[in-house]
Each structure stands twice: as structure tokens, then as C-alpha cells.
């Protein structure tokens, strides 16, 4: 059965790096993803994903709860959570991103940040996130484009 590994730790990593503006926060937010899956890794199926999808799932519901202030429960989809919680202020300096990028980033749509967070912070595949997301695999594949677009003329 494969465990979780240190590529697996970068992706996790990034993920939260694009979602919430402290470097503090991502590395608690980290630390806590893995954690949780080691509490949790009795009941990690290999059928139903690779393990780098079942971490992103508990990144993203543990995302979920930092933004709503209680994370001891898990609750609905990052779409329900206020677009004025969901990280787009100034990112730490260390974190890793370019302030230019972060500006862009926040006035992308939650979705949209969502979908750039998974494939880039992330590093999955547009099937990867289509799987983690709900979506389907032309509309995750859209989505990602189309904020791809939207960064670009901010960037310019």
C-alpha cells in the first residue's frame, strides 16, 4: 500500500501556499492535513484514488474549517465559505509568492482559486482535480483556463 511521501508533502504544501496568505497557517495547515490522514490512514482505500488525491481531500476540507473558525468539524464546500475569508489579503513574504500574483489571484472567483491552488500548488492533473472537486474533467479543464486567462491580463 503506498504511503504518503515527501512530493506528496510539497504538493499539500502548495496547495495551501496559494490559499491562505500566512506561512504560519500553511504550515499548521500542513502539519494538520497529515496528521489527520495518519489518524485516518486505517481507512485509506487504494481503490477508490491515489493517496495524493485522498491527502487533497483533507487539505481541502481542513481549509474549510480554517476559514469558518471551527476546526473540529467538518463542513460544506468552499464555495459556501464567504469569498471575503478566503485568503486573498497580502501573503506572507516567505510564503513564496509574488505580491503581483497574489493581487491577481485575489480577484479571481473562489473556484477559480480553488482550481489554480490544486493544479499548480498542488501539482494535480485536470482528471485529479476534476475527481477531488466534483467536477467534470471539461469543466475543471475550462475553469482552469479561463483563471489562466483572467491572470495573465491582471499580470500584464
Do not use: C
Request: proline letters at 6%; aromatic letters at 6%; hydrophobic letters at 35%.
Amino acid at each position: 500500500m503506498p504511503t504518503p511521501n515527501a512530493e506528496q508533502l510539497g504538493r499539500v504544501y502548495g496547495f495551501f501556499a496559494y490559499r491562505v496568505p500566512s506561512r504560519d497557517d500553511t504550515e499548521e495547515l500542513t502539519q494538520q492535513t497529515f496528521e489527520r490522514a495518519l489518524r485516518a490512514w486505517h481507512r485509506f482505500d487504494p481503490a477508490q484514488g491515489p493517496v495524493g488525491v485522498w491527502l487533497m481531500t483533507i487539505a481541502r476540507n481542513l481549509l474549510i474549517d480554517h476559514y469558518r473558525g471551527d476546526r473540529s468539524v467538518r463542513l460544506g464546500a468552499l464555495e459556501d465559505v464567504g469569498e471575503e475569508r478566503l485568503g486573498s489579503g497580502e501573503p506572507d513574504p516567505d510564503l513564496g509568492i509574488e505580491p503581483e500574483l497574489a493581487k491577481a489571484l485575489g480577484e479571481l472567483s473562489p473556484r477559480e482559486r480553488e482550481v489554480i491552488a490544486l493544479h499548480f500548488g498542488a501539482d494535480l492533473s485536470g482528471r485529479q482535480i476534476a475527481e477531488l472537486s466534483g467536477l467534470s474533467l471539461s469543466n475543471a479543464q475550462q475553469i482552469l483556463s479561463r483563471s489562466l486567462r483572467r491572470l495573465r491580463g491582471a499580470l500584464d
